[in-house]
Structures are given as structure tokens and as C-alpha cells.
């Protein structure tokens, strides 16, 4: 009977220093069969409840009586102010040929907090170490002028402006150089900070910091969206299957007819993206294809699958791959 246990989080540790942590979790498998496991983490600030991380692991076949570290596939970095504390939880699901629709795997919340970055001892006040009697006051022996004057700070901007010690002389000067020099209001809505920003759109800053229109689309932020969730998308039978990486994490044939050609995916898949593929038979064994052309399908140290076994339950396991261009073969379960 399978048996697949999350047993103890490797990372992170009750007490994190504030760095990128990679989340690993033990999971033993106690069964005499082996199972595929796909699941994430994710992680909750335990001040506010809310949702701030989640990740997947690369789903993971583990033999009978052996054990695995899994790691989320991306780190983890705390927001700022980072002295606060979270907790982490694990849930995913174990499956092979015999348990099909798999076991619920979980592993209960995990408390740590994040130690905030050291900012050392607490300075004292500057100005005062250097005026008279200070610990580190200024020599003025030889001096002329202020600094030949107990060195009390001064409003700097006063002596430039009219009346004061160091007055701006603007003899000569046109326009608002030719007025007295109070400080000039920070105008966002006049000439000197013009802003482009279309409103109601994703912004981003240009090389002033100013706001300008970002060239993500709002169709961008949902695509990511849907990317970060599981969508189960299938049909009966089809002779060249199609499933749409835009819109599908697992793909299912529930009772295929005929020989199946599996085309492209549709869709613009992103590096390390999944894909699952479950077929059933009609009863029958149906052969299967692969398209090898480019954005296709590859072998990646398990081959692919050429035939269905009558009434019994095929599972494929696929990631995405920039670098070859192709979704990678990388675990493969038939039903016993």
C-alpha cells in the first residue's frame, strides 16, 4: 500500500538570518512500491495571516524504503522589515499505477522568524563631539573667520540666502535665479518633474525615478497568475491531443479510442514549467506518438511512453525547457 510521508523540515531553521532560505522537506517513503509526488510550499506572515510565498518542487519519484530531500524551486526572501515571525506549511499529493488518484501528503505548520540585518551600535550625536568640551573638538589654534568661532552648527541655508553671511549674489541672473533663494517647493505637477504615466496602468520608473507606463500588460499579470495555480484541463478521447500551456497543469484522457499523436502544446511555457499527462483507455491498448519538433516532446532520462496498457492508468511527467526548446520527460508511472 503506498505510504509516502513529509516527515521534517531541513529548512528553514526556528531562527533565520535575513537572506534568500531554500525550503527542503524530508519525505521517507514507507511503502513497498514506489510513488511520484508533486507538491509546494508556502509560507504565512503570522502577524497579518497573509499569504506571501508559495512555491512548487519539481515532482519526484521515490523508491520503496528510501528517502528524499525536495526543495522549493525558488528561495524564499523575507520582505522587509524582516524581524518579524512566519510559519510554513507543505502539502502535496503521492501517486503510482496502483493508487491512481494518490494520497494527500501534509506537513503541519513550522514557526520561525527572521533576525533583522545588524545595524550596529547607535552613533552619538555628531555635531556635539566636535563643538567645545566634546570628545573630539576642533582645534581652531591658527583659524580665521567662523572656524576661528566655538563650532556650534549652523542653519547652512540661511547664509545664502538675502541677509545672510554668504549671500547669493545673483547680479546678472534672470528669472527665478534673479529672486531671493527660500527653498523651492517640490513641484511633481510642474516642469521640473514631467510625469508619462498613463493612469490606471502598471508603472515602472524610468532613469529619473519618475513614473512612466511599464510594457507588462494587464493579460501579462493574469497569465502569471494562472501560472502559479493548478488547472486540470482533459477530454474522452482525441486522436492528436493538444494541451494548451497557457491554460493547463494537467492534462487527461479519460477514455481514449484510437491511437493518440500528441501535438505541440499550444501556449508560451515558461523555463521550469510543469505538465502532467494522464491517460485511460478505452479498454483497449491505444499506441501513443510524440512530436518531436521544436516546443514538442523529448526523452529526459525516462523514455516516452509508446502504448497504453488496457483499463489501466498511464501517468507522464514533464518540465519545460528553454534550453532544448522542448517539454523534458522526466518520470513516467504505469498502473500495474
Known amino acids: 500500500m503506498l505510504d509516502i510521508r513529509a516527515v521534517a523540515y531541513i529548512a528553514p531553521v526556528s531562527e533565520v538570518d535575513f537572506a534568500p532560505v531554500l525550503l527542503t522537506v524530508r519525505l521517507v517513503n514507507y511503502a513497498d512500491e514506489t510513488g511520484l509526488v508533486s507538491a509546494g510550499f508556502r509560507i504565512y506572515n503570522n502577524s497579518t495571516g497573509l499569504l506571501i510565498y508559495q512555491s512548487d518542487i519539481i515532482p519526484v519519484e521515490i523508491a520503496k ?4 530531500d525536495v526543495s522549493a524551486l525558488t528561495d524564499f526572501m523575507p520582505p522587509a522589515p524582516a524581524d518579524d515571525t512566519y510559519f510554513v506549511l507543505f502539502d502535496g499529493i503521492a501517486a503510482n499505477a496502483l493508487v491512481p488518484d494518490g494520497i494527500n501528503i501534509h506537513l503541519g505548520s513550522f514557526y520561525f522568524d527572521v533576525k533583522p540585518a545588524p545595524l550596529g551600535p547607535i552613533p552619538a550625536g555628531h555635531a556635539v563631539t566636535h563643538e567645545d568640551t566634546g570628545i573630539d573638538e576642533v582645534d581652531v589654534t591658527g583659524l580665521a573667520g567662523l572656524l576661528a568661532d566655538a563650532q ?3 542653519l547652512h541655508h540661511l547664509e545664502h540666502e538675502t541677509g ?3 549671500e547669493i549674489n545673483v547680479t ?9 533663494q527660500p527653498a523651492l517647493a517640490h513641484d511633481i505637477a510642474g516642469a521640473r518633474h514631467t510625469s508619462t504615466a498613463t ?10 525615478g519618475l513614473p512612466v507606463d511599464a510594457t507588462n500588460t494587464d493579460a501579462d499579470v493574469s497569465d502569471a497568475v494562472d501560472k502559479r495555480n493548478s488547472r486540470a484541463v482533459g477530454e474522452a478521447s482525441n486522436a492528436t491531443p493538444t494541451p494548451d500551456a497557457d491554460t493547463t497543469d494537467l492534462y ?3 477514455a481514449l479510442a484510437q491511437a493518440a499523436a500528441f501535438a505541440v502544446p499550444a501556449g508560451t511555457p515558461v523555463d521550469g514549467q510543469k505538465l502532467i499527462i494522464r491517460i485511460l483507455d478505452d ?7 510524440w512530436s518531436a519538433a521544436a516546443g514538442g516532446y523529448i526523452a529526459h532520462g525516462q523514455a516516452l511512453p509508446l502504448i497504453t496498457v488496457a483499463s489501466k492508468y498511464l501517468y507522464i511527467g514533464l518540465i519545460f525547457s528553454t534550453t532544448v526548446g522542448k517539454w523534458c520527460c522526466v518520470a513516467m508511472s504505469q498502473e500495474a
Request: glycine share 12%.
Open 65 to 68: 524504503g528510501t528517502y528524499v
Open 152 to 154: 556650534t552648527p549652523i
Open 164 to 166: 545672510g553671511s554668504d
Open 172 to 180: 546678472g541672473l534672470s528669472g527665478e535665479l534673479e529672486d531671493d
Open 199 to 208: 493612469p490606471g496602468q502598471i508603472l515602472q520608473a524610468d532613469a529619473n
Open 252 to 254: 487527461f484522457l479519460s
Open 283 to 289: 479498454a483497449t491498448p491505444r499506441a501513443l506518438s
